[in-house]
């Protein structure tokens, strides 16, 4: 869950921080996110999709507790974002055999997610070194609720639930998809705007 660094708390410092609740989640879902790389590797969706399910809620409540809780740490800004990027963008790495296979996911659609990830990575670190705020908006957002969503129909599919209508699951999973891939794309413009316009209003 990428956070803004504008409005924050005082950051904490020190083995209470290193050690809080909100970083405690964030490395679990670090450790939860290669136990998903395996059940994918192995096509065991429906522990796939409970695995990820409670890998993103953490994503959620790691934030939610640094925010009401006073618990926001640099380790944290940090370390979320980044463990975020592992999850996702890895998920969707070991589904491509599958997925190309079956023809609902592409090599470049992954290609896209990961080069996204990377770039804002690297224009965040140069940025925030300057003092300026790089946080997610609303198209960052948005892009990560389209990730997981995307990823939770994609399980569902291949789950072949007798209960999901098999046309209505593929339209959802294409419709996801796509959604997801556009608002990746969009919101990595934003951010590439938002990069320039910094660099040319002189900070330094």
Request: with cysteine.
């Amino acid at each position: 869950m990428e956070r803004d660094l504008a409005g924050t708390r005082p950051i904490n410092s020190g083995r209470a921080v290193l050690f809080n609740l909100p970083n405690q989640l964030t490395g679990l879902r670090l450790l939860l996110s290669f136990v998903l790389f395996y059940l994918i590797s192995q096509e065991l969706w429906l522990a796939s999709l409970v695995v990820f399910v409670v890998a993103a809620f953490t994503d959620w409540l790691d934030g939610y507790l640094a925010r009401t809780q006073n618990m926001q740490s640099s380790l944290g800004r940090n370390l979320d974002p980044l463990v975020d990027k592992v999850l996702i963008c890895g998920a969707f790495i070991f589904l491509i055999p599958i997925g190309t296979a079956q023809g609902w996911l592409a090599p470049w659609m992954v290609t896209l997610i990961v080069a996204r990830e990377l770039l804002i990575t690297g224009l965040r670190n140069f940025i925030e070194q300057k003092g300026v705020s790089f946080g997610a908006d609303f198209l960052g957002k948005a892009k990560m609720i389209l990730q997981c969503a995307a990823l939770i129909a994609i399980f569902m599919n291949l789950m072949n639930l007798e209960w999901i209508n098999p046309t209505f699951g593929t339209i959802a999973r294409t419709t996801l998809i796509y959604g997801m891939l556009a608002a990746t794309l969009l919101s990595g413009l934003q951010y590439l705007v938002k990069a320039f316009q910094t660099i040319l209003s002189g900070h330094s």
